[in-house]
Structure formats: C-alpha cells, structure tokens
C-alpha cells in the first residue's frame, strides 16, 4: 500500500492519540503538524513529527492525501469543506458538526467532490463491540428484544478551563451529550439496527460555572426493529469512566463495555470475553484510535467503505440534536 501523506490539524489533547497511530506506520507519512497555536503544533511536530504550520489553508498546495482535523466542535465543518474542495481526504474527530445542518452540508461535499469524509469512533472497533456485533447480526441468540445505555463520566474544572471552547454551546455545541456520550449512543444505533425516534431531557445540573451546556441526559429511544432502550448520561459522577450499552436479546443478554463482552445465557451461563483496558488519564478514550485510523487508511486505499464513513457522522448529529431539542417530545431521526 503506497503511503499516504498526512496532515494533522489542531495538536491538543486527543491530537496524541492521532500521532501515535501515525507516526512510524505502514499506511501514512504524517507530513504536517497544524495548529493556530504554534507552540502546540511544535510540540506534537518534536513527539510525532512533520513540519509545523499555523494554518491549515498552507495545505493546500503541498500535495496532501489526508488530514485528520481534531480541532475544537465548531471549526469542523468550514475546515472539512475546505480541505475536500482542495482534493483534500479527511479524518474528523467526533462530532462531524454541532448542527444537523453542517453535518449534511459537510457530507454533500464529500459527494460532490468524491473525497472521503471519515468520523472518529473509534469504539466501533473495540474487541467488545465487534464480538457482539457478530452476534447479533449472526442471529445467535435471536432478536433484540430491549436495551439501555449508560454513561456515567466526571466533568468539570480543569478539563474547561484548559480548552475555553468547552462548556459553551458556540464552540462545544453541547455538554455531555455531544462530546462525551455521543460514542455510546452511537454504538446503540451501530449494535442495534437503528435509531428511529427518541424522546428525552437534557439539562445542566452541577451547580457550577465551569459550564453552560448540558451535563446529564434521560432518554427513551425507539429502535428501527421495534424495540425501544433507556438511557442515562452524566458527567456528574465522580471518578467514574462507565460506558456501557446492554441488549436483552430472545436468549441472551450482551453487555458492551470497554473492559470487555459479558454474555447472560439464557440457562444461566454467563461468559466473559475481556479486552485491553487503559488506565489512568483520559483512559475513556480506549485502545480503538489506531486501529480505526489505520482502517479508515485501508478502506481508503482499497476504495471500499469505512466503518466510520460521513453518514454514520451525520446520524449521530441528529440523535444528539433531538435530544437536545426534545424535552420530552417524541422525535424522529431523520
Ligand atoms: N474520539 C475520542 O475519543 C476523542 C477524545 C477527546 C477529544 N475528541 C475530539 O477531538 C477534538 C479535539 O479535542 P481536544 O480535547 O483535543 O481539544 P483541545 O482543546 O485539547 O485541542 C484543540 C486544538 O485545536 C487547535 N485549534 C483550534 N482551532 C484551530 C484551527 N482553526 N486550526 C488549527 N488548530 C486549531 C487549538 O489550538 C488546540 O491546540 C474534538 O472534536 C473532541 O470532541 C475525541
């Protein structure tokens, strides 16, 4: 596979995950390091190499295959439109956009243009969730039946005050719901089948200035094949890294977790399958980085879908905008 030559925009937390996938693989020469903030990209250009840039339009002319943009919510869709008008491919961290809107503005232009538009959900490819949705689709142990969705995570201080983008609806365009819980539920619509409508609340309700936006969400979600699943979202448990989506199947309920599969049989066995688990800050983000990048780089080259493609990116837009604009009403995705 010829390499790729690669750009990374935006050099801030999350960025390292990026550049360790990239620096030193088989599928992409990482070239670029981009960042307003100079010393940032500086600093990540020293650890994972490429040459440093403070805008991401000086791209444009350097023959670049793929950028990753991993910058701030509400700089996704101009920097994505531009860089596939300049026959540019991209790899974008979650969320695609804050809005609707934006996310089917940004996946009309990768038609247009024919360039990939990829999404980072990267707990797609965790061992737990490929096992379980191998036996779902299998049919092993029958239809799904029911689910629920728990994410119970600790946000506030530091982790605002260190990016001010966070916290605020213009920059994040949300709380817990579109930053942290949006992997979860998209991995409810990945496993399930899909989400057909939803009703929920979201609201804020640490007594706290670190932010504006939502920090805890309950939702009942109305699946495509019928059956419906619960959720429960915060960012208000301290300590707490918990993600974890559980199907009551005819025979069997599956519980998806990082830490690995736990399957209840219906006679009473239960079977565990457990995986590589981080620990320490930022551990939530799991294991899955590398191995959705360099699949996003393989289905790239062998010209056939990506797991994480512009319309998986735009679905969960909408599941997080209805959830946002529901309060209580039922909604469909649409
Ligand atoms: N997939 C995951 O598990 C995961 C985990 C964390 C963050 N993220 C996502 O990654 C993105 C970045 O998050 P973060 O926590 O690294 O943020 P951050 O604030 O730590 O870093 C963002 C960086 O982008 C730079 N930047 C801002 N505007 C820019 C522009 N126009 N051009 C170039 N650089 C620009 C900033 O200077 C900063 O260094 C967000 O979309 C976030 O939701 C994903």
Redo the contacts with the bound molecule.
């Keep these: 596979m010829e390499k790729a030559r690669t750009a990374v ?7 390292k995950n990026h550049g360790k996938a990239l620096s030193g693989s088989s599928f992409a020469d990482l070239v670029y390091a ?4 100079r010393e ?1 990209a500086q600093a990540f250009s020293e650890r994972f190499g490429g040459s440093v840039l403070t805008d ?1 339009r000086d791209l444009f002319d350097k023959n670049i295959d793929v950028a990753h943009i ?4 509400n ?2 869709p101009e ?1 994505a439109i531009d860089l596939m008008r300049h026959g540019i491919n991209v790899f974008c ?3 695609l956009a804050i809005t609707p809107y934006d996310a089917e503005r940004m996946v009309k232009v990768s038609e247009e243009t024919g360039m990939r538009l990829g999404v ?1 959900f ?1 707990n797609r490819m965790n061992k737990a969730t490929v096992e379980a949705k191998k036996l779902i689709d299998d049919g092993v142990y029958g239809k799904i039946m029911s689910g629920m969705v728990l994410v119970a995570w600790d946000r506030h201080g530091k982790y605002y005050s260190e ?1 001010p ?2 916290g605020t609806y213009e920059g994040e365009g949300g709380g817990c719901i579109i ?1 942290q819980s949006i ?1 979860t539920l998209d991995l409810l619509d990945y496993l399930t089948g899909g989400v057909e409508a939803l009703s929920g609340f979201d609201a804020k309700l640490r007594d706290t200035d670190d932010y504006v936006v939502d920090d805890t969400a309950a939702v009942l979600f109305y699946l495509k094949n019928g059956a419906t699943a619960v959720g429960f979202c915060s960012n208000c448990y301290p300590g707490s890294k918990i993600c974890t989506v559980e199907l009551r199947l005819e025979k069997a309920v599956l519980t998806v977790k990082q830490s690995g599969l736990t399957i209840e049989e219906e006679n009473g066995n239960v079977i565990f399958h457990g995986a590589e688990v981080l620990k320490g800050e930022k551990s939530e ?1 799991g294991v899955s ?1 590398g191995i959705m990048i360099e699949e996003f780089y393989r289905s790239l080259a062998e010209n056939r879908p990506f797991i994480g493609d512009c319309h998986t990116g735009l679905n969960a837009v909408r599941i997080v905008n209805a959830i946002q604009h529901s309060r209580g009403k039922k909604i469909k995705i649409s």
């Design positions: 925009i935006g050099c801030g937390a999350v960025s981009v960042d307003i903030d940032k991401y991993v910058t701030p919510h700089t996704h920097i961290e979650k969320p980072c990267q990016s983008w966070r930053n992997h983000w980085h």
